[in-house]
């Protein structure tokens, strides 16, 4: 077989061996993405055709991809992981999803973020730049239930969003 390149680029799906599970077994993709902002928009059509499919009303359809966005652009943005890949995962545990995002870059602490609206360099412009910036976080907080950031070892940042959602009525 010849040797095929894969593109850098390229969202892949996370291979996982066939295993029997049972009926009640929570509905999870798990993605391992390239860093960067092109790539946030594929998953978020992604997450929209699969939470439409799934009957989600549209204000939860919105919210979740919303938090997807938000989560990973916090990644590309500040993480620092220009060579590596992240994980994002969707699970679909009864009447919620969870939104989980998995980076090995330099981490953080919340409490050490600067306040909503202050200005910060924008590492995607060219020169000396600055952008308004710091509205990501409190944005996750006010569309997810509950909200879990831990370190990720040996470093990194683990984040995880759960949203209650309800089928169209």
């Known amino acids: 077989m010849p040797d095929q390149k894969t593109n850098p680029n390229q969202i892949t ?16 993709l798990t993605f391992d993405v390239p860093p960067s902002l092109s790539n946030i928009m594929h998953l978020r059509r992604t997450a929209r055709c699969l939470l439409e499919s799934l009957g989600l009303s549209r204000d939860n359809t919105d919210d979740v991809e919303t938090l997807l966005g938000e989560l990973c652009t916090n990644v590309v ?34 409490d050490a973020i600067l306040p909503p609206g202050a200005l910060r360099p924008d590492k995607f412009s060219d ?36 949203k209650s959602i309800r089928p169209v009525s």
């Not at 220009?82 to 999803?97: G, Q, T």
């Open 77 to 110: 943005r500040h993480a620092h992981i220009e060579n590596m890949n992240y994980k994002v995962s969707l699970e679909f545990p009864e009447d919620r999803v969870v939104v989980t995002v998995v980076d090995q870059g330099i981490g953080f602490v919340e």
């Open 127 to 162: 020169g000396d730049e600055e952008r308004v910036g710091g509205l990501g976080l409190p944005l996750i907080h006010a569309l997810a239930d509950h909200v879990e950031i831990r370190p990720t070892s040996p470093h990194g940042t683990t984040i995880r969003a759960e």
């Open 13 to 28: 799906k996370t291979d996982t061996p066939p295993r029997s599970v049972p009926d009640d077994t929570p509905f999870c």
